[in-house]
């Protein structure tokens, strides 16, 4: 994804820090509380791939599965691929579903101050550019996202910038080997592919070396 012109949408609702034990319900979610912000529903991790509609499941329906007011229900927004979000992005989302719901979804890039560890890891494995910024820089990219339709950002990884409807400009840092193979289209397979002439070989000269193996 070298260059991904989209249209962005902004997340601020968040979920406080609460501690989850088994057999005991999952707390209510409670709006605007400074904390954690959670990308899929625990109930949803039971299935080898994750379903597109989880993402934020409990803030998008009420306890009869009707779709509340929250930003990922409005017309305008349903089309995004670029996530603006709150702190701590993706605590609780530990395994590959959460970022595996977010891109079919049509989720590419995730856009916060910070993210959770293993979120932040499993983002670049799945294809997602997890972008960190700072709380000023967010603040700029929220009042993008509020335009509705009418909110575009332009992401370069190349050039590692976010430009924003106006003109305006924000820089990223990325680790270069990410880059790569975000550049490329690489993941831990399709990096042991790019060794696959060298692999022929050892093996070729291990049976000659040991043909009774």
């Keep these: 994804?070298?260059?991904?012109?989209?249209?962005?949408?902004?997340?601020?609702?968040?979920?406080?820090?609460?501690?989850?034990?088994?057999?005991?319900?999952?707390?209510p979610i409670a709006e605007e509380i400074l904390g954690v912000i959670i990308s899929?529903?625990?109930?949803?991790?039971?299935?080898?791939?994750?379903?597109?509609?989880?993402?934020?499941?409990?803030?998008?329906?009420?306890?009869?599965g009707k779709s509340k007011d929250f930003v990922l229900n409005k017309p305008a927004y349903r089309n995004a691929e670029i996530l603006v979000a709150g702190d701590n992005f993706g605590c609780g989302s530990s395994r590959e579903h959460a970022p595996w719901?977010?891109?079919?979804?049509?989720?590419?890039?995730?856009?916060?101050?910070?993210?959770?560890?293993?979120?932040?890891?499993?983002?670049?494995?799945?294809?997602?550019?997890?972008?960190?910024?700072?709380?000023e820089q967010l603040d700029l990219l929220m009042d993008d996202a509020e335009r509705g339709a009418n909110a575009r950002l332009t992401i370069d990884l190349e050039t590692q910038t976010i430009?924003?409807?106006?003109?305006?400009?924000?820089?990223?840092?990325?680790?270069?080997?990410?880059?790569?193979?975000?550049l490329n289209g690489l993941d831990d397979i399709g990096l042991t592919m790019e060794k696959a002439g060298s692999i022929a070989s050892y093996e070729t000269a291990l049976a000659e070396r040991r043909p009774w193996a």
């Excluded at 529903?41 to 306890?63: G, H, N, T, W």
């Design 1 to 27: 994804m070298p260059l991904l012109e989209a249209s962005v949408i902004g997340v601020t609702i968040l979920v406080p820090e609460c501690v989850f034990k088994k057999g005991e319900p999952n707390p």
């Design 40 to 64: 899929l529903i625990a109930k949803y991790l039971a299935a080898s791939a994750a379903d597109p509609q989880s993402v934020f499941d409990e803030m998008r329906r009420d306890e009869n």
């Design 101 to 135: 719901a977010l891109l079919d979804f049509g989720i590419r890039c995730v856009i916060s101050t910070s993210f959770a560890d293993i979120f932040y890891n499993n983002c670049f494995k799945n294809g997602i550019l997890p972008i960190r910024v700072t709380p």
């Design 163 to 182: 430009a924003g409807p106006d003109g305006g400009e924000i820089s990223f840092e990325i680790d270069p080997f990410r880059k790569h193979c975000l």
